[in-house]
């Protein structure tokens, strides 16, 4: 009978992806699970808005990996992502993809409002900024010429389809958030989204992306279009279920649900065919290099804040990158989720392929078993020697292989 050397935690009794995980984990044999509140394990699989990163790295001796990294927040959050994407000089060719979007809170909140005209040093000189003055200017400035008046406010931390509002009315936008209550995001709605026939219908792309403890970026190759059952219709905003993809609205407020797909979800291959037939396109020449693209450069700008590579622990974590597709075939950020979930059926590979990049990693074993002396043993008198491959931060950091099971790197 094989002995477990490696000891993991789980904190998250909500996380599908991770209960999988855990399953492969002991399936191997190598691996024991201890009570959620051990301190003495290698792997904590971690509930993602309460992880004690203060509490890691400081058991003597031993190699600790969490499934979050701290920080990544700042992508995640709605109103955190738009900060960061209009003040960061890396990311400065996001207006080609990223729809204009601006931070409002609430006003009995008495946040600072950002002057209509420079606005932006207004956003990075204060912790909080409520931008509806230069929304409003923007605003009108469109509507004048004619370039749509079409805008849509999400609640910063929803999910789901909730707190969401479109409109044509800036001050009906602005009313719905003052009556929210809590921060939201205006943004520049796709007015000409690319559509799925039959049926004229809207649909997102869900692309899931697992960084490891070193850094390095992989994207998973399957991907899902999250599909619309009724018809796209510009000139009716408060049918919810014909301009939001979410399962949740399009499950309970349409007829037509699994009309076209089973569960409304068009897996790659299916998009790929369509794609040719209808459009005269492949997937991976008009889509995924722009998809690719924009994943490295969110990432990339925010690995020098989050990087786990000088701590005493180590950090990995699974991203969900949502996108459109207007009737041009340009791709635009949506949102990106920090603990996404997952098409039923990919489940098997994509947690397999985490097992593989993220935790085998660090965790390794070589054919007979045991641990290999490669990758890291358990336990070590300078757990973060374990992890750093050089000396400081500008060191060029370690490159993970190109694929890995169904996970390439970018």
Known sequence: MTTPIYTFVTRDDNSTVYAEVSKILLSTGHWKRLKRDNPRFNLMLGERNRLPFG?????????????YYRGADKLCRKAPLVKLIKTSPELSDSCN???????????DLKTPVAPATNGISHLKSNPKTDEREVFLASYYSKKESGEGTVWIAKSSAGAKGAGILISHDANQLLEYIDNQGQVHVIQKYLEKPLLLQPGNRKFDIR????????YNIYLYR???????????????????TSHLTNHCIQKEHSHNYGRYEEGNEMFFDEFRLYLLNTHNVTLETAILPQIKQIIKSCLTCIEPSISTKHLSYQSFQLFGFDFMVDESFKVWLIEINGAPACAQKLYPELCQGIVDVAVSS???LNSSGESSSASSSPYSSSPSSTFTTNSSCSSPKLRGPLHVGPFTRL
Not at 97 to 107: C, D, G, L, Q, V
């Open 97 to 107: 993809w990223f729809p204009e979007s601006y931070i409002i809170y609430p006003t």
């Open 207 to 214: 692309s899931w992306v697992l960084v490891d403890h070193h």
């Open 362 to 364: 660090v965790f390794a």
């Open 222 to 240: 399957e991907g899902v279009l999250r599909t619309s059952s009724e018809p796209y219709n510009s000139s009716d905003l408060q049918d919810m």
């Open 55 to 67: 509490r890691l790295g400081h058991e003597p001796g031993l190699v600790q990996l969490v499934n």
